[in-house]
């Protein structure tokens, strides 16, 4: 099974993706997390990275492109797999396309206020990565990781002016991905403002 999540910034992207390869026993890929995990062990990939990624803009096409090429031919994707962020403009979805067929693109729909508000009280584990969310996923401790007890910040990516330019990349670049898939005839769409609950019955009911 090939799927990919795709939707605007905080749509639930990483939730349902994480969920959904623990359902069908696939892999969850990434890039943000790659990159992300790149940057804090500061390899060459890390570095280029870096400030391209704290000032909201994308990572260059053939470096991304080059990046998932080489992932998706690990052994551990024989069985299939969930992408989140790759694709993310015309180029990468034409680029996966030359080299895999890719079965469901799932389109977490949320209008831009619900994405703005999920976004501005998301807080990260800067140890762990764990996501945690001021107003609806609440830390038992103010500012502190439930799982491993690490500092909790807002991600230099997630402050307000590189928000704004993300979301505007999104309706720029990788909105038109809903044309491509839908011409493909391998798009689903999902309403995901709902609660994460019922978004996965969703995502569950378009995958059957
Ligand atoms: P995400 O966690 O998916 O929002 O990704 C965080 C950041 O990583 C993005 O804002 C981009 O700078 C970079 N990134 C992730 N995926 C891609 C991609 N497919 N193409 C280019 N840049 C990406």
Request: hydrophobic share 35%; with cysteine; proline share 3%.
């Given at each position: ?9 905080a749509?639930g ?11 069908f ?18 390899t060459?990939?890390?570095?280029k ?8 803009n ?8 080059e990046?998932?090429?080489?992932r ?19 180029a990468q979805a ?11 693109a799932?389109l977490?729909d ?30 038992k401790?103010?500012?502190?990781c439930?799982a491993?007890n ?8 997630d ?10 990349i999104?309706?720029e670049q990788?909105?038109?991905l ?18 994460v ?6 995502c569950?009911e378009?995958?059957?």
């Amino acid at each position: 099974m090939k799927l990919l999540i795709f939707g605007p910034q905080a749509s639930g992207k990483g939730t349902m993706a994480s969920r959904l390869a623990k359902k069908f026993n696939i892999i969850h890929i990434s890039t943000g997390d790659i990159f992300r995990e790149n940057i804090k062990n500061q390899t060459e990939l890390g570095k280029k990275a870096e400030s391209i990624i704290n000032q909201g803009n994308l990572i260059p096409d053939h470096i991304t492109n080059e990046l998932m090429k080489d992932r998706l031919s690990r052994d551990d994707c024989a069985n299939g797999y969930i992408l989140d962020g790759y694709p993310r403009n015309m180029a990468q979805a034409e680029y996966l396309d030359s080299n895999v067929q890719l079965d469901t693109a799932l389109l977490l729909d949320v209008p831009e206020e619900v994405s703005i508000k999920r976004i501005s009280s998301r807080r990260t584990c800067s140890a762990c990565g764990t996501i945690f969310n001021t107003l609806t996923l609440i830390p038992k401790k103010e500012g502190i990781c439930d799982a491993c007890n690490g500092q909790l910040i807002q991600r230099d990516d997630d402050k307000e002016e590189a928000v704004k330019k993300r979301l505007n990349i999104y309706h720029e670049q990788t909105e038109p991905l809903l044309t491509f898939y839908k011409e493909k005839g391998i798009l689903k769409k999902i309403d995901g403002s709902k609660s994460v609950e019922e978004v996965f019955t969703a995502c569950l009911e378009a995958l059957s």
